[in-house]
């Protein structure tokens, strides 16, 4: 699930490579040198997607040689783009390099996530749905997957509650008074839908109801999810 699905619940039509260049111009490049360079990462994805299941070493490298690009030039790539690379890894049998290419992701970011707080954890809810989806592949114990699909949704509601933090003062981190998530239906929306899948799950389900009451949290426990899922269910 996408970005604006899970925000605002419409499914659009993305085309296959739609790299947006920053307008903002802050990395330092003119406008029309990140139009080329846009361009060029946009041609080294198409190579890859071609090349993915003749050639994953070649489709590897050109999906490495894009990234540096969106590093370099400041694209704001979206992702899930960027999340190419590890699951090409996976589907050709390479889970160990799968794996450190996720654990680059997380731990490094990328130009867009390192932009907003709200980005931020817009990017770490796109990492832990690919590691689910990742670590499944890899007969991974469902307590593990579980973990990740949470924080995958924790992650998405606190990007949403930042992002109406983003529409009233940019960047800044302020108090979300408890009242205006709870008077927000989308918010609560979300939230609930969190709960309901957790089912009996009583230590999972404590960790999202404690993380709701204090979001925004500019940091949040992942630990603590993994640890909660490995308890009793009831």
């Known amino acids: 699930m996408g970005l604006l699905d899970w925000l605002f619940g419409s499914k659009g039509e993305a085309s296959e490579v739609d790299a947006v260049y920053n307008y903002d111009n802050v990395s330092g490049f003119s406008g029309e040198q990140q139009r080329q360079a846009a361009e060029r990462f946009d041609a080294l994805l198409k190579e890859a997607v071609i ?21 370099k030039y400041d694209l704001r790539v979206d992702t899930t783009k960027l999340l190419r690379l590890p699951k090409y890894l996976q589907n050709a049998g390479k889970s160990t390099e799968a794996l450190n290419e996720m654990g680059r992701l997380t731990a490094y970011g990328t130009s867009s996530s390192r932009s907003s707080l709200f980005h931020f954890n817009a990017h770490m809810s796109d990492c832990h749905e690919a590691y689910a989806q990742i670590k499944k592949k890899q007969k991974v114990c469902a ?31 302020v108090g979300f008074k408890p009242e205006s998530i709870k008077a927000n239906s989308n918010v609560m929306h979300k939230y609930e839908f969190i709960l309901e899948n957790l089912g009996e799950h009583k ?32």
């Open 203 to 234: 230590a999972l389900r404590k960790c999202v109801e404690e993380d709701f009451k204090k979001m925004p949290i500019k940091n949040i426990g992942v630990q603590k999810y993994y640890d909660s899922a490995s308890l009793y269910r009831a």
């Open 51 to 71: 090349l993915k299941k003749v050639d994953i070493d070649k489709a590897a490298s050109l999906l490495r040689q894009a990234y540096e690009i969106d590093q």
């Open 143 to 173: 307590e593990v997957l579980l973990a990740d699909d949470v924080l995958a949704k924790v992650y998405r509601l606190n990007s949403f509650v930042y992002l109406h933090e983003d529409d009233n003062k940019k960047n800044v981190e």
